[in-house]
């Protein structure tokens, strides 16, 4: 069984996206190959990580690092039991990069009767091959330039084709750096793979020096997007408000 250096594994309800509200089981794991402006997640690696004592409790114990797969699986069920549960949520960081360790997980709690959800930057796509098959739901950010100092497209564009045909919907985070060009680049990107593709505009919770997008600008952007895909959705991260992990 592989193992892998995990932050916190907790059960809380999915504050983003398509499944915005649903009870799922979150497994956070360490290290990612991206430097977002926006990031507000820690992902370094830890001597411990925190596993809720109870689903929900938000009361926490220290296991070792690294944390082996039937370990993890164990802590699952054990959370599943307690809270009916809609899915796990592997997010990091970057999950990817442990993508054996989300194999032997998945594959340990298949019989279960929760889904299996991908939170991804969206440009590990070899990686997400390998899985592809034991993933039901995958989150896709898209990185715009203005929030990575650098152009990611074609990395997106190849994970979006070995994803295309799972449940899956794409994120590009807004910010008052948002430019038109960069953002009609991408709704573009995913025009030509697949119009029925949903894509969530997330308007950013400001950190740092990263500013929030007006509504107008959001809007702005939702209507050209509209003009190329079938479904697109203006939601914000709602976990924040209510204060929940
Ligand atoms: S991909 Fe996600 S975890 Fe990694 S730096 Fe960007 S926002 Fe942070």
Request: glycine share 6%.
């Amino acid at each position: 069984m592989s193992k892998a250096n995990v932050i916190e594994i907790f059960s809380s309800v999915q504050g983003e996206g398509k499944y915005l509200g649903c009870r799922q089981i979150f497994v956070r794991l360490a290290d990612c190959n991206l430097n977002c402006a926006y990031c507000d997640t820690n992902f370094i690696r830890a001597d411990f990580c925190k596993v809720e004592t109870v689903a929900g409790a938000m009361i926490f114990r220290n296991e070792k690092n690294p944390l082996d797969a039937t370990q993890v699986a164990e802590i699952i069920k054990q959370f599943a039991d307690e809270v009916p549960t809609q899915a796990i949520s592997f997010t990091g960081g970057e999950p990817l990069i442990h993508w054996q360790f989300i194999r032997d997980v998945a594959s340990a709690v298949k019989n279960s009767g929760v889904k299996i959800f991908l939170e991804t930057n969206g440009t590990l796509y070899n990686e997400f091959e390998k899985i592809s098959g034991a993933v039901d739901i995958v989150s896709m950010d898209i990185k715009l330039p203005s929030v990575i100092g650098q152009n990611l497209f074609s990395l997106h564009e190849k994970f979006l084709r070995v994803a295309q045909g799972k449940d899956l919907y794409v994120k590009i985070v807004v910010t008052g750096e948002t430019t038109p060009e960069e953002f009609l680049s991408a709704i573009d990107l995913i025009s030509q793979v697949d119009k029925e593709i949903l894509l969530i505009l997330q308007p950013v919770t400001p950190v740092g020096k990263i500013c929030a997008a007006s509504a107008g600008k959001i809007l702005n952007l939702q209507t050209a997007a509209l003009r190329k895909l079938k479904n697109v959705r203006v939601i914000p991260q709602t976990h924040k408000f209510i204060n929940v992990l």
